[in-house]
């Protein structure tokens, strides 16, 4: 077996030629240079753990490389040759950057229409247009590693998993836009007598992804749920029953609304000014009543059909404080399609992407109450919809 510096080439997610191809074309296509640039050999790299793809034009000239992580997937940017150069190359220009008129001093308004799509959300991000979502809020699934449940093979392969998607979050949200996360940490019941249980700290984790992929932390809300609501998780029963030391465990009763914002050189001010539609952001100032503190107390939601949704009064106020009137919210994890429902109610737009069938029928169950009085408007993404279920127009793609 091969070492790494990292360890053995086992830990390798790109293995083959192909995987590094298949990386290499969706982020040809993210560019829009797919159609007009060739692969050469891709080769392994193992004193860096990186794939590296020759990228010709069609007279067979090397114009640049693909530089692919073989750990995490990812495409290494800072090592990767820009857009810019390629297309220079292409075209047979020199490598000096032509100067352009930027339209970076303006806010950019997304064209997206209400969406429901339900699939892998990794999958269904790289669909999207860069830059055409305002705010993404989400609950992440939680992780869970009893075998007879688990999803992922281990904790590290759930947070690699949503770095990917956190990764595609990135390349969708518009500039300076917020990316704003519910999560708490998660209890891992002992599998016998004999073993302790553990409690995963998932949000500082998640933490550690954000700032990887490249957001500013902002804010960490609390979200307080009211007393005796985490109790039946059994969690401090043990020491309310024999008070010895050591076994202290309080019963949770809180939850994190961690806060980001997409890396950029403009103010918050910035957005708020130079908006181009100055009746949105009139419109979607905040009334009296608002939280003052990063304190939040709200009751929590219950459905028989998902095990853990957040209340639509969590999303609502998330939507009302980082996002303007008109805006499009993703949320990658749509869930029974809360933050879907919320956007619609407070004037906003919405991508909801969700890979259970069993929840995206809820939504089509719900989503006409949603659009009382409005045109029924959405984009349905691998969803089977017929006419005879919405009496107004809708379009499948």
């Not at 857009?83 to 008129?101: C, D, I, Q, S, T």
């Not at 229409?113 to 999207?128: A, F, P, Q, V, Y």
């Not at 804010?219 to 039946?232: Q, S, Y």
Request: charge should be positive.
């Amino acid at each position: 077996m091969v070492r790494t510096k990292n360890g053995p080439r086992s830990l390798y997610r790109v293995n083959t030629t192909e995987d590094a191809k298949k990386i290499g074309m969706n982020f040809l296509k993210e560019i829009e240079l797919d159609k007009v640039i060739n692969f050469g050999l891709p080769e392994i790299d193992d004193r860096f753990d990186i794939w590296r793809i020759p990228l010709k034009s069609g007279n067979d000239d090397r114009i640049g490389e693909i530089v692919i992580d073989a750990i995490t997937t990812f495409v290494d940017r800072t090592k990767t040759t820009d857009k810019e150069l390629l297309e220079n190359r292409l075209l047979g220009r020199n490598n000096k950057k032509k100067a352009k008129v930027s339209d970076k001093n303006i806010p950019k308004i997304s064209m997206l229409r209400n969406t429901i799509g339900m699939g892998d959300s990794e999958e269904l991000l790289r669909e999207l247009p860069k830059e055409c979502v305002d705010l993404v809020f989400t609950s992440p699934p939680y992780y869970n590693a009893k075998p007879e449940y688990a999803e992922y093979l281990s904790y590290e392969d759930y947070l690699l998993k949503m770095q990917k998607i956190i990764h595609e979050c990135a390349r969708v949200l518009n500039e300076g836009r917020f990316f704003v996360l519910n999560v708490s940490p998660v209890l891992l019941r002992r599998a016998s007598r004999s073993e302790a249980s553990k409690r995963i700290a998932v949000p500082f984790d998640f933490h550690r992804l954000f700032i990887e992929e490249g957001f500013e932390f902002v804010d960490d809300i609390i979200w307080v749920k009211p007393e005796g609501a985490g109790w039946a998780t059994g969690r401090g029963r043990r020491f309310a029953a024999d008070r010895n030391p050591l076994q202290y465990k309080p019963v949770p009763v809180t939850e994190y609304v961690l806060v980001y914002r997409k890396k950029t050189d403009k103010l918050i001010d910035w957005l708020i000014r130079k908006h181009p539609d100055q009746t949105a952001v009139r419109n979607s100032k905040i009334e009296d009543g608002y939280e003052t503190t990063n304190i939040w107390k709200i009751h929590p939601a219950h459905c028989k059909e998902h095990p853990a949704i957040f209340p639509i009064e969590l999303a609502e106020k998330v939507i009302k404080y980082y996002s303007f009137e008109h805006d499009v919210i993703l949320d990658p994890f749509g869930g029974i399609g809360t933050t879907g429902k919320a956007a619609k109610k407070m004037g906003r737009r919405f991508v909801l992407f969700e890979k259970e069938s069993q929840y995206i029928q809820r939504i089509k169950k719900d989503v006409r109450d949603w659009f009382i009085g409005d045109d029924f408007d959405i984009n349905w993404i691998n969803v089977d919809v017929n006419k005879n279920e919405f009496n107004n127009t809708f379009s499948r793609l």
